[in-house]
T-cell receptor, first 114, second 116 residues
Framework: AQTVTQSQPEMSVQEAETVTLSCTYD???????LFWYKQPPSRQMILVIR??????QNATENRFSVNFQKAAKSFSLKISDSQLGDAAMYFC???????????FGKGTKLSVKP | GAGVSQSPSNKVTEKGKDVELRCDPI?????LYWYRQSLGQGLEFLIY????????KSGLPSDRFSAERTGGSVSTLTIQRTQQEDSAVYLC??????????????FGSGTRLTVV
């Protein structure tokens, strides 16, 4: 079975500092994608970053980057220069296969202190 | 439309009543997904449609849940005889085709269902 685990229910960071959100996963697939989604109070899930498993290079999107450790099945998200607008729930997700559904972790609530 | 639209935004219903939740995907998106987000939990996959067809209904929590899609567009998720454990946010997403790898998802803002 495919699983995604986020071990940090809540995290806090000072504005302008860096924070890392953890995610581990399990899959028997060799080719898969991993995602980080942000969910603000509006409830709409917003894609932050995507990583293809066969690519060794870590994905980056502006202030967001990942540390992808395929052998360890770890996929952490680093947010640099944190901003007040980064405060939200963050979900790690695994591509569930041919159906196109996602397997989600339980999320990490990120607070940003001014 | 420009985005995925879900209605109603919020719904309070009495235990035992039936409810219908609506999802209007982005025009031209052939794949449509329903997820349930219970308090403090991640998103739980319920069902997907490719066109009007739902090949696998095994993710639906019970036989009180059903979903349909007509005209390759709007989808409705129906919950019969609602129970308190059905209280959750129901999220819909659409995609140009099956598979996130090339197409990606767009999510709606969800319907918050409260059963009292």
């Amino acid at each position: 079975a495919q699983t995604v685990t986020q071990s940090q229910p809540e995290m806090s960071v000072q504005e302008a500092e860096t924070v890392t959100l953890s995610c581990t996963y399990d899959t028997s697939e060799s080719d898969y994608y991993l995602f980080w989604y942000k969910q603000p109070p509006s409830r709409q899930m917003i894609l932050v970053i995507r990583q293809e498993a066969y690519k060794q290079q870590n994905a980056t999107e502006n202030r967001f980057s990942v540390n992808f450790q395929k052998a360890a099945k770890s996929f952490s998200l680093k947010i640099s220069d944190s901003q007040l607008g980064d405060a939200a729930m963050y979900f790690c997700a695994l591509d569930g296969g041919s159906q196109g559904n996602l397997i989600f972790g339980k999320g990490t609530k990120l607070s940003v202190k001014p | 439309g420009a985005g995925v639209s879900q209605s109603p935004s919020n719904k309070v219903t009495e235990k035992g009543k039936d409810v219908e939740l609506r999802c209007d995907p982005i025009s031209g998106h052939t794949a449509l997904y329903w997820y349930r987000q219970s308090l403090g939990q991640g998103l739980e996959f319920l069902i997907y449609f490719q066109g009007n067809s739902a090949p696998d209904k095994s993710g639906l929590p019970s036989d009180r849940f059903s979903a349909e899609r007509t005209g390759g567009s709007v989808s409705t998720l129906t919950i019969q005889r609602t129970q308190q454990e059905d209280s959750a946010v129901y999220l819909c997403a659409s995609s140009r085709g099956l598979g996130l790898r090339t197409h990606g998802y767009t999510f709606g803002s969800g319907t918050r269902l409260t059963v009292v």
